[in-house]
């Protein structure tokens, strides 16, 4: 099937596979390296409170010296629960999940040659794609686009999106006009933009992902029909959706501060946003799974060559088993008990039974379950706006005993 490659081109993986990731890499990450913050596990806690410092407590500054810092207006500052989750919990799970991506993604991709999944003679294409993907992670252009749609389209996302309808700490209202204050230009022009920098360049690296994913599963995988994960060995891709978890928590933190200001604020009811919340899990199921569907065809195709395999094989066993055990007299001199065939036929049809169950998509109902849950977790405090803690207590007791 796959096309016989030059000697020359036969170079080893396992360089190419040690600098791949996901993370390490741009301009912006250059800029931490510049500043020795680059490294992403020892410096991960620094570059945490250096992001949100840089866009929360200039807010808090100058709110406590216009005097709206508790009180002056109708949401003040520290009540603004919307900018308080964005700045303090979505930023760092941002910058957190970073970690986790860099740790997690290059294992998986590296079994695809421990499991010697590659065909030595893909060798040179697998290489060609990671390759491809750190150019497009260390694209200049790509980072210089994000901050010009930030502070450009984005500038009416933010004034569209984030203002309630009452004079704030950012916004105060006179004469039918309204008028950002300092902290109020700090928060549209530096705090939003960096958190909208860090969603899309998510989303980027999410499309790089995607990308490189699709050119893996257009190369001939040596697949294997009988392996125990019932998804031809491609099993381990699965764990890759365990690692964006805290990106899904920090999109639902965001919305959460969203709908918690509308509730404390407008007077809205946690009910009248179920579209919203649901729409926010199912993208979140999309950007983290749709990516591995794209081994679903040539996982299927393995499945059929193995049922056709395994069934050519199993029905020639059969045949020389009942000709040997039910058909011969003698039964060609071999006694029943302890007899090896039987064991041999029990293993043909455990291995027939894998095939037939194997499954398209490589991934579980558990991982369904912890990525909705992981969306879910910051909406939980919303739920006693809904019900006294008392009955949320004794429904918990409830369920449990």
């Known amino acids: 099937m796959s096309s016989h490659q030059p000697a020359e081109d036969h170079v080893p993986a396992q360089p190419v596979l040690e600098s791949f990731s996901l993370v390490l890499g741009g301009p912006l990450y250059q800029l931490w390296n510049r ?73 998986i991709i590296a079994q695809f040659l421990e499991r010697k999944l590659v065909p030595d003679a893909s060798l040179p294409h697998f290489n060609q794609a990671i390759g491809s993907a750190m150019a497009w992670r260390n694209s200049v252009a790509a980072e210089l686009a994000l901050l010009l749609f930030v502070f450009s389209s984005g500038y009416f996302i933010r004034t569209s999106t984030f203002v309630l309808d009452a004079s704030t700490w950012y ?19 530096i705090s939003i933009p960096i958190t909208q920098f860090l969603v899309l360049r998510w989303f980027y690296r999410i499309l790089i992902w995607s990308r490189l994913l699709w050119q893996l599963s257009c190369l001939p995988l040596a697949l294997i029909p009988t392996h125990p994960d019932r998804n031809a060995g491609l099993g381990f891709l699965g764990a890759s959706a365990y690692a964006y978890s805290p990106l899904l928590t920090a999109f639902g933190a965001q919305l959460a501060g969203y709908v918690a200001n509308r509730i404390l604020h407008d007077g809205a009811v946690l009910t009248a946003y179920k579209p919203e919340i649901a729409l926010l899990v199912v993208v979140g199921l999309l950007l983290v799974l ?11 195709r393995t499945k059929r060559q193995g049922l056709r395999e395994y069934g050519a094989l199993a029905a020639e066993y059969t045949r020389d088993f009942e000709r040997r055990w039910l058909r011969s007299k003698d039964r060609d001199g071999e006694a029943l008990l302890g007899a090896a065939d039987i064991q041999s036929l029990a293993d043909l049809g455990n291995a027939y039974a894998v095939v037939k169950e194997i499954r398209p998509l490589p991934f579980s109902r558990d991982t369904f379950m912890q990525l909705i849950l992981a969306t879910l977790v910051p909406f939980v405090p919303l739920l006693f706006t809904l019900f006294p803690f008392e009955v949320m207590l004794d429904r918990v007791i409830g369920i449990i005993f």
């Open 171 to 189: 916004v105060t209202q006179s004469g039918g006009q309204e008028h950002l204050s300092f902290a109020g230009i700090w928060f549209f022009w």
């Open 290 to 300: 749709a990516p591995l569907t794209v081994f679903a065809n040539q996982i299927m």
């Open 35 to 107: 500043a020795h913050l680059g490294d992403v596990s020892s410096h991960l806690r620094l570059r945490i409170v250096t992001l949100s410092a840089l866009c929360w407590l200039p807010l808090l500054l100058l709110s406590a010296w216009e005097g709206t810092l508790l009180e002056g207006v109708a949401v003040p500052f520290l009540l603004d629960i919307e900018s308080q989750a964005r700045f303090l919990i979505c930023v760092p799970l941002l910058v957190f999940a970073e970690l986790i991506v860099h740790q997690r993604i290059r294992g």
